[in-house]
């Protein structure tokens, strides 16, 4: 029986709450962020290198949310939540300097394979001509649509840009001047002008295919695109990453396009490893917030908000009773977390908090991170060798041979039990990272769906129905790569309920919340309330439950970092 190891050592370089309660209490700060995710680390840094005094207060002894890095088996480093980077934007990297901090990119080529059962497979990658030839094995009609499918994503993504690095044109909240009424409608007005400008230049034949992109299932898209079952099942899974909808929908063409939004070192769709594990992006950011001033406190487990009489935030008080004093709190938090738990009572209004309320953190996500002795070997490469090649260094799709597959799984979480076939992705990044595994051995993730919340029948808090969900994870991959079982020394799984308790993930969602349409920019977190401000002076969203949402994206932390430094100008 495999031993799900607990952890052993946490990487981090802070001083923890105890040994910093007299810096936190000295003096009222400028601001303070509630939570060390890779999000609050950002508005940190920002905040602060506009002149701010800034303190980080986070729960865990260890940084980065669910950006993280932990030595959960002795020498193992696992990214034990998010596994992969491309969509941090490109000003939050240039702007920080994380290059400059240690962020190093590891950029993965190919960067997917699909073994069949049948004894085929599907590698895609960067490399036209590659993915042109593998494709061709399934269907020649689909390696020939297949770079004008690209084509028009990368023209979406473009449009779609500009909206991640700045705040929704949300109507006022407030009671303002006639001269900061007159400047907000000139920045809507310039605003909705650029975004008409942008969606008449695409033409109207690719804005009503951007349309059905937003609005379809990814099955009818990629229906409308493609002919081949195993290309149609790879690219649907991006449509369903921490979704507990399927590929069949509505709206799920547009998590399809949140998840091919990013880049890595300007190559568009490009997703990487991160050396170091993912806890590394988070660790490059702290540095650069504490270069810039920042002071960042572990095990500063915050319990409420204080709120002066006059209705504005005065500071947050931590589990130990230590007060720490500020007239601006940002919350990394998930918004339901932040305003059903932070917030005290009767504080906020009704219709606000039945918003909040109605948030859909449905998930049915689970993690595992296993330390293996030796690669996998895929029945369908022909192989045997202990070396790594093509077939290890991107994602590896599991179950995923067709999109009917992926919904058979889905509907088995409907029904509230664990998929009998799980859609699995496998990534082995110690193939290219050699930091983080011994010689010879390996880390693998797997991300997994479906698994919902609470089982009809059983629980995750039952030991042995963890471990028998493990094994048929295990030995799905057997069906592909025989012998994997037998090569695990140990893991760490990750339930829905177990992302809630341990990383602070309401209902266990990764994303902070559905992304499904209505709940996108204007309606993120709630309607009325898109531009990370609250009902509360003082207390401000930035973690991903805000525009424009989850993900590795630090926009959240750097756009609501925005929002509060315009506030304090304005306000003195």
Not at 13 to 29: F, Y
Not at 124 to 153: Q, T, W
Not at 386 to 402: L, V, Y
Request: aromatic letters at 8%.
């Amino acid at each position: 029986m495999w031993r799900q190891h607990q952890i052993r050592r946490r990487l981090s370089t802070c001083i923890s709450a105890a040994k910093s309660t007299r810096l936190l209490t000295e003096k009222k700060w400028d601001a303070l962020v509630i939570g060390g995710g890779h999000n609050g680390l950002t508005a940190a840094a920002y905040l602060a290198r506009s002149g701010l005094s800034v303190a980080v207060l986070e729960r865990r002894r260890v940084l980065g949310g669910a950006a993280v890095t932990e030595e959960l088996i002795p020498g193992f480093k696992f990214s034990r939540c998010s596994y992969l980077q491309s969509l941090l934007r490109p000003a939050v990297i240039e702007e920080l300097e994380l290059a400059k901090h240690g962020l190093k990119m590891l950029k993965r080529s190919p960067s997917s394979f699909t073994p069949c059962i049948d004894g085929r497979y599907l590698l895609l990658g960067p490399d036209n001509e590659l993915n042109y030839s593998e494709i061709s094995k399934f269907s020649k009609k689909d390696a020939d649509a297949y770079p004008k499918y690209e084509n028009l994503l990368e023209s979406f993504c473009k449009f779609m840009d500009p909206l991640m690095d700045s705040a929704p044109p949300e109507k006022m909240q407030r009671i303002a001047s006639l001269k900061a009424r007159m400047k907000d409608n000139l920045h809507k007005s310039v605003f909705w002008g650029h975004l008409m400008q942008r969606a008449v230049a695409m033409g109207q034949k690719e804005l009503m295919d951007f349309m059905d992109l937003l609005l379809a299932p990814a099955s009818k898209v990629l229906n409308n695109w493609f002919e081949s079952d195993v290309l149609k099942a790879t690219l649907g899974t991006d449509a369903i990453i921490g979704s507990a909808g399927s590929v069949s929908t509505p709206g799920s063409g547009y998590v399809l396009l949140h998840h091919i939004m990013g880049q890595t070192d300007g190559d568009r769709g490009i997703w990487s490893y991160v050396e170091g594990g993912m806890g590394s992006v988070s660790l490059a950011i702290s540095k650069a917030a504490i270069e810039a001033g920042a002071t960042i406190a572990t095990e500063a487990q915050v319990s409420n908000l204080m709120i002066e009489d006059s209705g504005r935030v005065s500071g947050v008080l931590l589990a130990d009773g230590t007060q720490v004093r500020s007239s601006v709190v940002l919350s990394n938090a998930t918004p339901y977390k932040t305003f059903m738990e932070f917030v005290p009572p009767n504080i906020l209004p009704d219709d606000f908090l039945c918003a909040v309320k109605n948030i859909d953190y449905t998930s049915a996500t689970t993690k595992i991170n296993l330390a293996v002795d030796k690669l996998p070997q895929f029945n369908c490469c022909k192989i045997n060798s202990p070396d790594a090649g093509p077939q290890h260094t991107g994602t590896i799709h599991i179950g995923s041979e067709s999109m009917e597959e992926i919904d058979s799984a889905w509907r088995d979480s409907v029904n509230g039990i664990p998929s009998r076939r799980p859609v699995i992705e496998m990534t082995i990044p110690s193939v290219l990272d050699k930091t983080i595994s011994p010689p010879g051995k390996h880390v693998v993730n797997l991300f997994i769906q479906y698994t919902p919340y609470k089982p009809s029948e059983g629980s995750w808090e039952d030991p042995e129905y963890r471990e028998s969900f493990a094994r048929r994870c295990f030995n799905l991959i057997d069906e592909y790569a025989p012998g994997f079982s037998s090569s695990v020394i140990g893991y760490d799984m990750l339930t829905p309920p177990d992302l809630e308790r341990v990383i602070g993930l309401t209902g266990g969602h990764i994303l902070h919340g559905s992304m499904g349409l209505d709940s996108l920019f204007l309606m993120r977190p709630v309607k009325g309330w898109s531009n990370y401000r609250t009902p509360l002076q003082g207390l401000y969203l930035c973690g991903s439950g805000a525009h424009p949402g989850g993900g590795v994206m630090g926009a959240p932390g750097r756009n609501a970092a925005h929002a509060v430094i315009q506030d304090i100008k304005e306000q003195s």
